[in-house]
């Protein structure tokens, strides 16, 4: 199924963005893990739509159970969650039957499925399913946690305005102190830039693009495989399902084509305990497909959001004429800063996910 990714932990993501409701599945949780549904809530609130810089679309996101949880933990059976779907305005879509919106899925939705695919709201397309993804990643970040690993992420750029870097490590209170802000980067003046960007965007009719940083700690070393299965391919592949996600790189990514090997290769060292680390992490924690024991560390690039309020050239499906449009409804004028905890809880989902397949078991 396109919507479903894991090999142990299968996710199952369902719903389309003005449908009753959207959902997931998670099949392959390990029994008898408690689940705090507050700090479930506290980590789906970090995605919510706030103020001026997002869409003005408002739902309540508290999720119903409808199996996996009893008495408060996982009990082995696939776990079901829904959100309804209570603040839609599908008439903002009308038009969009005929005439597709620019960098869209419209038109090949329109192609692939023979004109039945749901437009409204972007449909199964819509960034609206990472509210569900949500829930998931939220979970498996709490049973990682549990094991010692932390997965944290923050707005490293907007616009071309970028925030200070997590750093070689990390760690679990920088995480929580940018999870705690209502702008999630790490230095709050170069915030303030970016919200303005944002803003300037928005009263242009206009958007903009950015990318987020992810890392993750306490990552076990041997997980992954070569080729075809490593870590890398593993989080590419789950990441790129998040709507707008258009490229993700691992360390210094596309900057080490400029290096030296001399200068990207991480010399092993001994730490204070005697114990093989290394002195930088230009691999972003990763050799070989195999996480190295080093913080896992990638890159998350965000288109700027293709509904806008501007003139745009489509053409109409029904009469096959050319046209132009201008998109009305509710929109963000940057998708980016509340992909900040979709990304964390992505990661989540395919750490824990190979952890299980290594018989690492969540549970203790």
Same mark, same amino acid.
């Given at each position: 199924m396109?919507?479903e990714?894991g090999?142990i932990? %299968? ?6 963005s ?8 998670m099949d392959g ?7 705090d549904?507050a700090?479930?809530l506290?980590?789906m609130?970090r ?5 001026p810089?997002s869409?003005? %679309?408002?739902?309540?996101d508290a999720p119903?159970f ?12 696939p776990?079901?969650?829904l ?8 008439k903002?879509?009308?038009a ?11 038109y ?11 437009v ?9 399913l990472t509210?569900?993804l949500c829930i998931a ?7 990682l946690a549990?094991k010692g ?5 923050h707005?490293?750029?907007?616009a071309g305005?970028a925030?200070?870097n ?5 760690t679990q209170?920088l995480?929580s102190q ?10 709050d003046?170069?915030?303030e *830039?970016?919200?303005q960007a944002?803003?300037e965007?928005?009263?242009d009719?206009d958007s903009?693009?950015?990318?987020v ?11 992954g495989s070569p ?7 593993r989080l590419?592949a789950a ?12 360390g210094?990514g596309?900057?080490s084509?400029?290096? %030296?090997g ?5 010399p ?7 114990n093989?680390?290394m002195?930088?992490?230009?691999a ?6 195999i ?6 560390s990638?890159n998350?690039a965000?288109?700027?959001t293709?509904s806008i309020?501007k003139l745009q050239?489509?053409?109409?499906? *029904?009469?096959?004429e050319?046209?132009?449009i201008?998109i009305g409804g ?6 980016a800063?509340?992909?900040v ?8 989902i395919?750490?824990l ?8 078991n969540?549970h203790?």
């Open positions: 396109s919507s990714f090999k932990l %299968r996710v199952s993501v369902f719903g389309q003005h449908g009753p409701a959207i959902g997931i599945i949780l390990p029994a008898g893990e408690p689940i549904e700090e479930l506290g980590f609130d995605r919510k739509p706030k103020g810089l869409t003005q %679309r408002r739902e309540p119903q409808l199996s996996g949880i009893q008495d408060g933990k996982t009990s082995g059976s776990l079901c969650a959100l309804e779907n209570k603040d839609v305005r599908s903002d879509y009308e969009l039957k005929d005439i597709p919106r620019p960098s869209h899925a419209d090949v939705a329109y192609k692939k499925w023979d004109g039945q695919a749901d409204r709201g972007g449909g199964h397309f819509s960034g609206r509210a569900a990643g939220g979970i498996a970040k709490q049973i549990r690993v932390f997965v944290g992420a707005l490293l750029a907007v305005i925030d200070e997590f750093g070689l490590n990390p209170e995480f940018v999870a705690e802000k209502s702008f999630p980067v790490i230095n003046a170069c915030g *830039s970016m919200q944002i803003k965007a928005a009263e009719k903009v693009g950015g990318v940083e992810c890392a993750a700690i306490g990552v076990p070393l041997g997980l080729m075809f299965e490593g870590m890398e391919n590419a990441i790129f399902g998040i709507p707008a996600v258009k490229g993700i790189e691992f210094r596309f900057a084509a400029c290096q %030296r001399s200068d990207h290769n991480d092993l060292v001994l730490d204070e305990q005697g093989i680390t002195e930088k992490n230009d972003g924690g990763i050799n070989g497909g996480t190295n024991g080093m913080p896992l990638f998350v965000f288109k700027p293709p309020g050239k489509s053409v109409n499906l *029904s009469t096959k050319e046209t132009e201008i509710r929109h963000d004028p940057c998708v800063h509340r992909a905890p979709v990304v964390e809880a992505v990661a989540a395919v750490i996910d190979c952890m299980l397949e290594a018989g690492l969540g203790q």
